[in-house]
């Protein structure tokens, strides 16, 4: 998937985003780099940085979007943080290396996930047979002998048919001994409880503990082991680490909310220094050991997003400034946008509801003249209150729909269009009154 085009993944990245031309031609050509950069021979490959980048633009015009479906397209390790936390009471100059560890362990988990469904037909047939042994001990070494075969076979065949499902069965099942310390970690100290895990769990046996319950469920809770044990560890963490390390993206949201500017030069703003200069190093590149090992950050993607109201980039500390070269600004939505945004998505909320009252036999349908009456009202919302852009469709629309929601299928079946009076009189009242709708778009 890395082998897209820029202008491919612009195309991919416009099936879930309405507009924001530059914003996507801007992370599009970061990914590409990105794959250019493996491409590229001898020592100036380690030399090629990255493209950070930072997305400016007012809330809820598709920032986090954007770098959300990226690193889908990409198949890319993601984590998404608030830049902000770290100004959090308890937060300052804490764990900023913490992005690094959670990016790798959603690593580990997209590998093995990726490796599990490979196994997991094997993983069923050893899963049958644990079973049969069960039902069946001491036939499986001697079940070559013509006499015992048909009897294990009848069994299998029932197994099989779910005719079994029901019965209850008894054997050992490994306890993970993550979940075990969680429980033993006090409450409160949660923290405390997974860098008790991170550090031991590793390291304790896993416990074998004997369980009683129905075929049907120790299917499930046979296969996990049965998987894991077709999984060879060492070198899904491997791969991981170099997706990590190659393909790995953070999305820094509020980076301006750590910049200085603004309110003097006093008071939080060196708190807000300070958080980044701990995130320099990793955005630098830093190597950060995590309970896999040692990841490097040199050639993470971070993508920034803030709206920039008041503090301007330029506020950013220089080092980090310089480590950030992209700037691009995204724009506030139109009514035109919100008509599109509505409709024209893979995920488009129309669309979404459409199936949702699908599930219930029940057709959904606007007429063009709703959908344009729709994207006003959210426009004007947007201007009477806060904007908050293509965020007030949620909003709008779940209020619109509330009582086809409620009462489906008790009183509406069938068909159901939305027009234009419909929408009219479902929000006008609500629009017109500023305190009303407040509380309620
Ligand atoms: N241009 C757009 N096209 C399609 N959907 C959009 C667009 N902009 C926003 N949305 C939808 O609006 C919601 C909010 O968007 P998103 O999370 O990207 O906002 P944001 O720009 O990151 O805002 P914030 O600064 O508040 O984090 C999402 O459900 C997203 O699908
Ligand atoms: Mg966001």
Same mark, same amino acid.
């Given at each position: 998937m890395e082998t897209l085009t820029p202008r491919q993944i612009v195309?991919?990245?416009?099936?879930?985003?309405?507009?924001?031309?530059?914003?996507?031609?801007?992370?599009?050509?970061?990914l590409r780099n990105r794959w250019r950069r493996q491409q590229v021979e001898g020592s100036l490959k380690n030399e090629i940085m990255p493209n950070n980048i930072i997305l400016i633009g007012p809330t809820?015009?598709?920032? /986090?979007?954007?770098?959300?479906?990226?690193?889908?397209?990409?198949?890319?390790?993601?984590?998404?943080?608030?830049?902000?936390?770290?100004?959090?009471?308890?937060?300052?100059?804490?764990?900023?290396?913490?992005?690094?560890r959670d990016l790798m362990e959603i690593a580990v988990t997209m590998v093995k996930a990726e490796i599990s469904v490979k196994v997991e037909a094997k993983a069923k047939i050893n899963v049958e047979n644990r079973i049969?042994?069960?039902?069946?001990?001491?036939?499986?070494?001697?079940?070559?002998?013509?006499?015992?075969?048909? /009897?294990?076979?009848?069994?299998?065949?029932?197994l099989q048919k779910g005719l079994l499902d029901e019965k209850e069965i008894e054997f050992d099942l490994k306890e993970d001994s993550g979940k075990m310390l969680q429980v033993l970690a006090p409450m409160g100290m949660e923290d405390f409880g997974s860098n008790l895990k991170d550090m031991f769990g590793g390291m304790m046996p896993k416990k074998k503990k004997k369980r009683k319950m129905k075929i049907s469920d120790a299917r499930k809770a046979l296969l996990e082991e049965e998987v894991s044990k077709l999984i060879d560890h060492d070198k899904a963490i491997e791969e991981a680490v170099r997706r990590t390390e190659n393909s790995g993206i953070v999305f820094l949201d509020e980076i301006d909310k750590i910049a200085g500017g603004g309110k003097g030069k006093n008071g939080p703003d060196v708190s807000r220094e300070g958080v980044q200069r701990d995130i320099l190093p990793i955005v630098e590149g830093s190597t950060v050991s995590t309970k896999y090992g040692s990841v490097k950050t040199d050639h993470v993607l971070f993508i920034a997003a803030g709206a920039f109201h008041v503090a301007k980039p330029s506020d950013l500390i220089p080092e980090l400034q310089g480590r950030f070269p992209i700037r691009v600004e995204l724009d506030s939505l139109s009514e035109e946008d919100f008509k599109r945004i509505l409709t024209e998505p893979e995920n488009a909320l129309i669309k979404q509801y459409t199936a949702l009252l699908e599930t219930e036999s029940v057709k959904l349908e606007f007429s063009e003249d709703a959908i344009d009456e729709i994207a006003s009202l959210a426009f004007i919302a947007n201007e009477q209150m806060e904007?908050?852009?293509?965020?007030?469709?949620? /909003?709008?629309?779940?209020?619109?729909?509330?009582?086809?929601?409620?009462? /489906?299928?008790?009183?509406?079946?069938?068909?159901?269009?939305?027009?234009?009076?419909?929408?009219?009189?479902?929000?006008?009242?609500?629009?017109?009154?500023?305190?009303?709708?407040?509380?309620?778009?």
């Open positions: 195309n991919e990245l416009d099936k879930y985003i309405i507009g924001q031309t530059n914003a996507k031609k801007s992370v599009a050509i970061a809820g015009v598709g920032k /986090t979007e954007i770098a959300r479906r990226l690193s889908k397209l990409a198949k890319a390790p993601f984590v998404k943080v608030e830049a902000s936390k770290f100004t959090e009471v308890g937060y300052v100059g804490r764990d900023v290396e913490s992005i690094v049969l042994e069960i039902l069946l001990p001491g036939y499986k070494d001697i079940k070559s002998d013509s006499e015992n075969l048909p /009897t294990w076979d009848k069994m299998k065949d029932r904007n908050i852009g293509a965020r007030r469709l949620h /909003t709008i629309m779940s209020k619109l729909l509330e009582e086809i929601l409620f009462d /489906t299928p008790d009183r509406f079946k069938g068909n159901i269009m939305i027009n234009q009076e419909i929408v009219k009189s479902a929000l006008a009242e609500v629009i017109k009154n500023p305190d009303l709708s407040e509380f309620i778009l």
